[in-house]
Each structure stands twice: as C-alpha cells, then as structure tokens.
C-alpha cells in the first residue's frame, strides 16, 4: 500500500509561479513511475506530466511543456511540480498519482493505482 500527500496548492496571479510537492510513504519501493494529473471544474481528470522513479526520464502534456517541471528526490520520497507562468486554465485540483510498472509516455487515469487527495491550484486573471 502506497500512500501520496500532495502540498503547495493555493492562489496565485496570471503568470506567477507555484511549487507542488507530493510526499510517498510506505511500499514506495514499489513505484515505478510518479506523475501529476489535474482535474478543473467540470472536466476530467487529465495528465499534466510523470517522471520515472529510476531512470529520471521525463514527459509532460503539451499544454504545460515548457512551463512546468517535474523532479524527484528518492531520499525524501517526494516528486516536485514547479509551475511557471500560469494562465487561469491551469486552474484545477493537482493530484499525485503512482503506479509499480510502466511508461511515463502510459498517461491514462487506468494506469495509476495510488492517487493522493489534491491540492487545489488557482489562477486569477
């Protein structure tokens, strides 16, 4: 069992910056790929961008590539989400999401198996 703990949600201004942060603890041997996925009021849940536990290897959304960053550190058990010049359509609940095996290029919500409870991003115009 894999528990996730996202942090760092919260208000900011068009073209500010937020730093998320999800924390894993228990079987965390057992993920293989950690990604974010975001969620905004009425819409489905989509992936924004995931990162390989071992390898470091990277893939993100189109919509964000460019603008976000993800990274880990395994000594903490903690993946990061810097985002950078944020628009109001980044609004949205973030959520962490883990899964054993895989790709990150997988970006299916079917993929993931262990999901945190969201933080909450907004974005004012």
């Known amino acids: 069992q894999v528990q996730l703990n996202e942090s760092g949600g919260g208000l900011v201004q068009f073209g500010g910056s937020l730093r998320l942060s999800c924390a894993a603890s228990?079987?965390?041997?057992?993920?293989?790929?950690l990604a974010w996925f975001r969620q905004a009021p009425g819409m489905e849940r989509e992936f924004v961008a995931a990162?390989?536990?071992?390898?470091?290897?990277?893939n993100y959304a189109s919509s964000v590539k460019g603008r976000f960053t993800i990274s880990k550190d395994n000594a903490k058990n903690t993946i990061n989400l810097q985002m950078n010049t944020l628009k109001p359509e980044d609004t949205a609940v973030y959520y962490c999401?883990?899964?054993?095996?895989?790709?990150?290029?997988?970006?299916?919500?079917?993929?993931?198996?262990?999901w945190g409870q969201g933080t909450q991003v907004t974005v004012s115009s």
């Open positions: 999401a883990g899964r054993q095996f895989g790709s990150i290029y997988s970006t299916g919500l079917k993929d993931y198996n262990s």
């Open positions: 228990g079987r965390t041997f057992s993920l293989g790929v």
């Open positions: 990162i390989g536990r071992s390898t470091g290897l990277t």
